[in-house]
């Protein structure tokens, strides 16, 4: 079936280090991918997306790009933040849903200054 | 606040104890759905509303748990008999209709089966 495979946190950086979150993926077809963000204490929110192969998502200056050759969506960040501090979520849709979406396991990013 | 809202946002209930949680989408969104979230994991997918129609219940994770939607509107999640293997988030979030329509989240139920 359809699965979603993320890099194990936590993730530790220094405030402006390089973020690299890797997440791969086993799908049939090509599905739109996700990231997802959940900042402490509040609900999930959408960060970036993209739709087709090649597409690059972009948000708040985090970046992904759609990889079918090799089954990828890694996210990066050229300049942490302490902000930024939170967990991601690399998500996928069922077939046939949108909005009905496996997600992977999260990976905990801590930013220190 | 016009987000996804999700009550209570803590429940604490004993073993064999039935309970409910109450989600309140963005109003107009007609998709509503209901995810679960155990530590140190990501969401899972457990149902899903279009209106008050459930469009699929097969990933509901026993005949323990149901769901509703009435009228279209809020949402109740029901988990009867609770078991501690039942203690996680669970998730509400929300969409417009259409393809490429962003889902919105609550900020969860936790609940704690002790």
Redesign the interface.
């Known amino acids: 079936g359809d699965s979603?495979t993320q890099m194990e946190g936590p993730v530790t950086l220094s405030e402006e280090a390089f973020l690299t979150i890797n997440c791969t993926y086993t799908a049939t077809g090509y599905p739109s991918l996700f990231w997802y963000v959940q900042y402490p204490?509040?609900?999930?929110?959408?960060l970036l997306k993209a739709?087709k192969a090649d597409d690059k998502g972009s948000n708040k200056g985090f970046e992904a790009t759609y990889r079918k050759e090799t089954t990828s969506f890694h996210l990066e960040k050229g300049s942490v933040q302490v902000s930024d501090s939170a967990v991601y979520?690399c998500?996928l849709p069922?077939s046939g849903?949108?909005?009905?979406?496996?997600?992977?396991?999260?990976t905990r990013l801590a930013v220190h200054p | 606040d016009t987000?996804?809202s999700q009550d209570p946002r803590h429940k604490i209930t004993k073993r064999g104890q039935n309970v409910t949680f109450r989600c309140d989408p963005i109003s107009e969104h007609n998709?509503l759905?209901w995810?679960r979230q155990t530590l140190?994991?990501?969401?899972?997918?457990l149902t899903?509303f279009q209106n008050e129609a459930q469009l699929?219940k097969s990933r509901l994770l026993s005949d323990r748990f149901s769901a509703e939607r009435p009228k279209g509107s809020f949402s109740t999640l029901e988990i009867q008999r609770t078991e501690q293997g039942d203690s996680a988030m669970y998730?509400c979030?929300s969409?417009p209709l259409g393809?490429?329509?962003?889902?919105?989240?609550?900020?969860?139920t936790r609940l704690t089966v002790v």
């Open positions: 979603v204490g509040e609900g999930l929110q959408l739709t979520f998500a069922f849903g949108y909005n009905k979406l496996i997600f992977g396991a999260g | 987000g996804v998709r759905y995810y140190g994991q990501g969401p899972e997918f899903y699929e998730l979030a969409s393809t490429g329509t962003e889902a919105f989240f609550g900020q969860g």
